[in-house]
């Protein structure tokens, strides 16, 4: 029998707690979090009347996210200040919080071509790209609807977990992404999302769009380069990291390159186990759900722990599982 919707967040009560900083480390996540949570704060270059902080924009300042940008820029609290500040305006000019809605992007997700199902190993959501099933020209709401389930994958990450891993599969007669779109998603992605990629693996890419994809790894930093593995070993002991005999591995080493168990994989372009067709009457309205209830009982429990700028999203989340094991 088939599958049509998506998994549910799994509870990992073995995840581990966010790991204490150092001395050095922590007088500079200060820096930052005192910045932010002034009382007199206010958003630079925005009028007076819409410069305080919004409630979303407060919940999104998490403990962990401020480390997450302080990481990006090596450590310069002053460079993750401004950086913070920047995707702050961003997310607003954007739309994140009014324009980019379910009814707004949905007529980009109507034949699967991007859609969240499952975990990996590491409880990483998996975001699954399919370009032949592209079903739009080029246009702005095509990078909407890229952010809009990206933060879909963010609202489905579970204690402990801060990235995804994305999925794409260049089966069935692929075409190679408008080079526009590609540049503007990565300089989003690179810009507004650091630390969001756990890995990305790229499975049958023939060799005739092995050029394309080095084109656009110009534009992505090193350490973002190491995390995207081309045509990964899929067989049926799972999904691995390294694009290599995995016969020939020991047992140890192909148990720690091992990203996804085969009951962690859908079946169609990555020989999983897991029966999902996409079914968009069915699917759509499934994550929506799922994702409005999940950040609702969040912003639910941040209140509750106390609703200000620096809560630990581990803390959040926590609650969230816990009060979802009860029910």
Partial sequence: MSIHVPVPVPTHPEQASPPALSEKEQTLYDLVLEH????EYRLPGITQKK?????????????????????????????????????????????????????HVEPEGTTGKEFLFGYDTHGRPALYMCPSKRN???????????????????????????????????????????????RTVINILQ??????????????????????YKLITSFIDPLTRLKIVFNPVINENGLFRAAADAEAWSADS??????????????????????????????????????????????????????????KEWEVKVAVRDETMNT
């Fill in 51 to 103: 410069s305080a902080l919004m409630v979303d924009e407060k919940f999104w300042l998490s403990y962990e996210c401020l480390l997450r940008y302080l990481r990006a820029t090596k450590w310069d609290a002053n460079e993750a200040i401004k950086r913070l500040e920047d995707t702050l305006k961003w997310r607003r000019d954007f739309g994140i919080y009014d324009k980019i809605t379910p009814e």
């Fill in 191 to 212: 810009t507004h999302y650091p630390e969001r990629l756990g890995l990305a693996l790229i499975a049958h890419l023939p060799w005739l769009l092995h050029a394309f």
């Fill in 36 to 39: 932010f949570s002034a009382a």
């Fill in 136 to 182: 739009t020209e080029e246009s702005p709401r095509q990078i909407h609807y890229v952010v809009w389930i990206l933060e879909r994958a963010i609202d489905l990450m579970g204690p402990g977990v801060e990235t995804l891993a994305l999925m794409i599969n260049y089966a069935d007669k692929s075409k190679n992404l408008p080079i526009g779109t590609t």
């Fill in 254 to 311: 192909a148990s720690t390159s091992r990203v996804f168990e085969p009951g962690q994989l859908v079946q169609e372009g990555w020989n999983g186990s897991q029966p999902f067709t996409y079914s968009h009457a069915v699917y759509w309205e499934a994550l929506v759900k799922l994702c409005e209830e999940r950040r609702s009982r969040m912003v639910a429990a941040w209140h509750r722990i106390g609703g200000k700028v620096g809560t």
